[in-house]
Nanobody, 125 residues
Framework: QVHLVESGGGLVQAGGSLRLSCAPSGRTFSGYVMGWFRQAPAKEREFVGS????????YYRDSVKGRFTISRNNSKNTVYLQMDSLKPEDTAVYYC??????????????????WGQGTQVTVSS
């Protein structure tokens, strides 16, 4: 069975940085669009950003533009979410996801076929 495994979450003060990583087990996702989503308590899962198959195109939700950066290293089969200038409202469980047919404007969870288990990011004020 295919899994995506996220790592790198934790507790950070406002203004700090974290880098999340996402790596698949069971197969390669080098040809897939990769997305990051997040879900805060009592809220719906929301799109954070995405990267195309070779890493030269990205797309972000407005609230993270200029602060978050998505990249991928297909030789390492890993996708990254660099989060800078973190705010308390960024607190959530962060998920990576893979879409075989989408593009960087694939904004909905239903656009993605494979998901990780999530990693908690907590930003204290």
């Amino acid at each position: 069975q295919v899994h995506l495994v996220e790592s790198g979450g934790g507790l950070v003060q406002a203004g700090g940085s974290l880098r999340l990583s996402c790596a698949p087990s069971g197969r390669t996702f080098s040809g897939y669009v990769m997305g990051w989503f997040r879900q805060a308590p009592a809220k719906e899962r929301e799109f954070v950003g995405s990267v195309n198959w070779n890493g030269d195109s990205t797309y972000y939700r407005d609230s993270v533009k200029g602060r978050f950066t998505i990249s991928r290293n297909n030789s390492k089969n890993t996708v990254y979410l660099q989060m800078d200038s973190l705010k308390p409202e960024d607190t959530a469980v962060y998920y990576c996801a893979a879409s075989p047919y989408g593009n960087t404007r694939s904004l909905y969870p239903s656009d993605y076929d494979y998901w990780g288990q999530g990693t908690q990011v907590t930003v204290s004020s």
